[in-house]
């Protein structure tokens, strides 16, 4: 075996590198970058076949380091840092023998103890296969299935893939005297007494008391029954029987400290033979099991359920030969799952964790290339990458492109040209010249002799569209029309008849595109922007309205990678890195209450320049609730009492469209200076004259959420402010807000929300289309979602349509179906 890292030396340098600002610090014999870069030439040679690759890449990349930006270095110094921690894990554990298929016998050894064993068989009728319903298990009768069918088991298979939330490691056991709060330990000891009684200042609560020794110290354990049944004094007698003194007991349990001292709360208990006995249970002792409940189905049957089950995933074929097992380092599918369940011991438990895992990343991966081939292999639309129309508007336009805008621009022509349809997201920080990209495209699409339609999620951000089209359309004398919830009848009928005698080439709107009297005659292209508010549906309604067209969609919130490959793994990404030339950064400061004045100050100086204000709040209307100020009642006082000698404005989502655009028109025409407004201006509002965003209670707001609302300003050449207002006492919520006052980044500042806030909170769930995993978090699992993917792109590669790989294809379907809540192949 090849000599290991020096794996403290490595991660030592990584550190200091980040710490010293990324600038390739100079070592006494070599830089940074040169360290790295010969350090990760050669890799370990226990590490799967993927793993050594990026070993290389990595070396490759540090070759490269003088050439990156800032920003690129942070990230591959951050990528470095988990890959070589996952690394190490890898190798310093036994590795598991993945060449031998496993069989009842081996597998039944489970348990730490033969009797458990016994038990768990004794259980479950053997013979029976996965799909049978829960009753054909022993213990699982008609009434206990009906509870567990609350949860959505209905058959064995179903118990046997209903992972658990959590583990407690009660594994470990201790002495009395060693007990710390905070620990989940196991304590032996005997029992010295026993008493259950009322409680004489609760008339329905009764206490249960119990006091252990095991020659190191006494521990008092106490429980609380609510309910008049337990007042009973035969019930109450019969708890005091399970316990008696001069008993061996093992308790498990959380380390808790109380006004009376150490204790375990609310432990599981059981009764032993004699201290040197194993201790044979489910839940003491052991790494116990925490599985998702509802009410009217307890812990305790799903865990006797999940034992009962335990013996049939010998049953599970696992889809992954043994070459794969081997090449990505995982562990037999059906040994994966009972340790999921009942792992011996926490590293077991690692493993098995990283197998399933694996499993749920990889057919979602699956499931995304399957269907980007089966776009692919639709109708074609070929549209010439230049023309006269896209040479005039090069012409018209008062800018020069930027570097990064051409490089997108050249990306999007050349899949217009494929034989296939293009499905392309453009990310790009706010500010960087999205839309001008994205009508390069649409006049690719017209002078092909096609329709485009372009759909916003608000109509604020559809307007500010249409407006920008009309200007730059109106040079090329070409008609645009704009369609939302508010445009008038005999309007709507217009836009209709014109799209469907093909006289209107574009059209840009909000959900209203999607209706079913929006007819297009030659639909070619379809650019949707920020995609992820919209519901995947949604998305597909628009594109079945014309014959496989190119799809486009645009995004201001940049996604960190594990989310794009999550919710876009069907897509090709492109990314515009670069700002416009001019734009200075905006200057950040997180700022409390008694800063209030300053801030105030900073805006009269703004506005005696010239300058506009924006003052954003979390709310609408006053909150009885919530001590936040609203935004009517902030418009209120700033106009009365604070800025009596400026014009205030006041937009809010719940006001009418007409109403909107004359506050959004006013403040564009400098009617006022400054405009109090809720999140509406989050994106689509482009004032170049607005230097000032105000955000009041910042904390109730995600990181990309605040990244958004501050491109709001610094879309000129002067220098502009960011201030976030905040009265939190909470040390995590300012450590959130700072890293908008260290960053300018969006990609960074979506990493680190994503790691804050967790990939729900970040994108909302139930529009972004987002998953609903089992185990995988896509913040702690980075590293394996991105071995799946390459593991799925490898498998596509060599059979696309998995004909080779009947049990992965119809594990795909089903898992993909769960995950996506559709099928793969329509």
Excluded at 336 to 365: C, K, M, N
Excluded at 554 to 577: C, K, N, W, Y
Aim: net charge positive; glycine share 6%; with cysteine.
């Amino acid at each position: 075996m090849a000599d290991l890292p020096d794996w403290l030396r490595l991660q030592k340098a990584l550190s200091v590198e980040a710490e010293t600002g990324f600038n390739d610090l100079q070592g006494h014999q070599k830089r940074f970058s040169e360290f790295l870069r010969d350090s990760l030439r050669v890799s370990p040679a226990n590490l799967p076949v993927i793993d050594q690759e990026r070993w290389i890449t990595l070396s490759q990349d540090f070759d490269k380091y003088s050439a990156l930006s800032f920003a690129q270095r942070q990230h591959l110094i951050a990528d470095t840092r988990r890959f070589l921690q996952q690394s190490r894990q890898l190798l310093e554990k036994p590795r598991p023998n993945v060449a031998k298929e496993p069989n009842a016998t081996k597998f039944n050894q489970r348990p730490k103890t033969k009797s458990l064993t016994a038990q768990v068989n004794n259980l479950y009728q053997s013979g029976h296969p996965l799909d049978q319903p829960l009753t054909y298990l022993k213990g699982m009768g008609p009434k206990n299935s009906e509870r567990l069918a609350k949860l959505g088991l209905y058959t064995v298979r179903d118990v046997l893939y209903y992972y658990p939330r959590d583990h407690l490691d009660y594994a470990r056991q201790v002495k009395i005297r060693d007990l710390k709060p905070g620990d989940t330990v196991t304590i032996v000891g005997t029992v010295k007494r026993c008493n259950c009684f009322n409680s004489p200042r609760n008339a329905k609560l009764t206490i249960f008391e119990l006091s252990l020794y095991d020659g190191t110290g006494t521990l008092k354990i106490s429980r609380f029954f609510a309910g008049a049944r337990f007042r009973n004094r035969g019930w109450q007698e019969r708890q005091k029987r399970l316990y008696p003194a001069g008993a061996t007991l093992a308790a498990s349990g959380l380390v808790k400290k109380g006004k009376y001292g150490i204790t375990l709360d609310d432990p599981d208990l059981e009764v032993l033979g004699d201290a040197q006995e194993p201790i044979d249970s489910t839940t003491v002792g052991r790494v116990v099991p925490v599985y998702p409940l509802t009410e009217g189905v307890p812990a305790p049957l799903v865990r006797k359920a999940v034992v009962a089950a335990l013996p049939a995933a010998v049953e599970i074929r696992d889809p992954f030969t043994t070459a794969l097992r081997e090449e990505y380092g995982l562990i037999q599918l059906p040994v994966a799952i009972a340790h999921i369940h009942f792992p011996p011991d926490s590293d077991t438990l690692t493993l098995a964790r990283r197998r399933l895992v694996f499993d749920e990343f990889f057919y979602l991966q699956l499931g995304l290339l399957s269907r980007r081939q089966q776009q692919q292999s639709q109708t074609q639309i070929h549209m010439a990458p230049t023309g006269k129309l896209i040479d005039q508007f090069y012409e018209v336009l008062p800018f020069k492109l930027t570097k990064a805008q051409s490089r997108v621009v050249q990306e999007i022509l050349v899949d217009l040209q494929q034989s296939t349809p293009m499905n392309r997201l453009v990310q790009g920080d706010v500010g960087s010249g999205k839309t001008v990209v994205a009508v390069v495209a649409i006049l690719a699409a017209i002078q092909a002799g096609y329709q485009a339609a372009l759909m916003a999620p608000t109509e604020v951000l559809a307007e500010q569209h249409y407006r920008k089209l009309v200007e730059w359309f109106n040079l090329l004398h070409l008609p645009v029309e704009l369609l939302t919830g508010s445009t008038k009848t005999a309007k709507r009928r217009e836009i209709h008849s014109q799209l469907e005698t093909g006289e209107l080439p574009i059209l840009v709107g909000t959900h209203a595109l999607i209706e079913d009297p929006v007819k297009f005659t030659r639909l070619g292209l379809v650019t949707i922007d920020e995609q992820h508010r919209f519901g995947v549906a949604q998305r597909a309604k628009l594109q079945n309205k014309g014959e496989s067209p190119h799809v486009l969609t645009l995004t201001a919130t940049p996604i960190p990678r594990t989310l794009a490959l999550t919710l876009h793994g069907d897509l090709d990404v492109s990314q515009i890195d670069e700002l416009p030339p001019g734009r200075k950064p905006i200057q950040t400061t997180l700022l409390g209450g008694r800063d209030r004045n300053h801030a105030y100050d900073l805006i009269r100086r703004e506005i005696a320049q010239g300058h506009q204000i924006y003052i954003v709040l979390p709310l609408v209307d006053e909150s009885e609730k919530l001590d936040l100020r609203s935004a009517i009642e902030e418009h209120q006082r700033l106009s009365d009492v604070v800025f009596p000698e400026f014009q205030v404005g006041l937009l809010h989502g719940r006001m009418s469209s007409s109403d909107k655009d004359a506050a959004i028109t006013t403040f564009r025409n400098r009617g006022t200076q400054i405009l109090v407004s809720t999140t509406v201006v989050e994106v689509g509002v482009d004032i170049p004259n607005a230097s000032v965003m105000l955000i009041e209670h910042a904390e109730r707001f995600g990181l990309s959420q605040l990244h958004q609302l501050r491109g709001r300003v610094g879309r000129g050449a002067d220098q502009s402010y960011c201030l976030l207002m905040s009265s939190s006492k909470s040390e995590t919520a300012l450590q959130r807000l700072r890293v908008l006052e260290q960053s300018q980044d969006g990609f960074f500042i979506a990493e680190m929300d994503l790691r804050f806030r967790g990939p729900g909170q970040v994108l909302g769930t139930r529009q972004s289309g987002l998953p609903d995993f089992a185990l995988a978090s896509l913040v702690n699992d980075q590293a394996v979602l991105e071995l799946a993917r390459t593991a799925a792109e490898k498998l596509i590669q060599q059979d696309s349509s998995l004909d080779q790989w009947p049990l992965i294809q119809k594990e795909l379907n089903r898992r993909y179906q769960k995950l996506m809540g559709g099928a793969i192949f329509t």
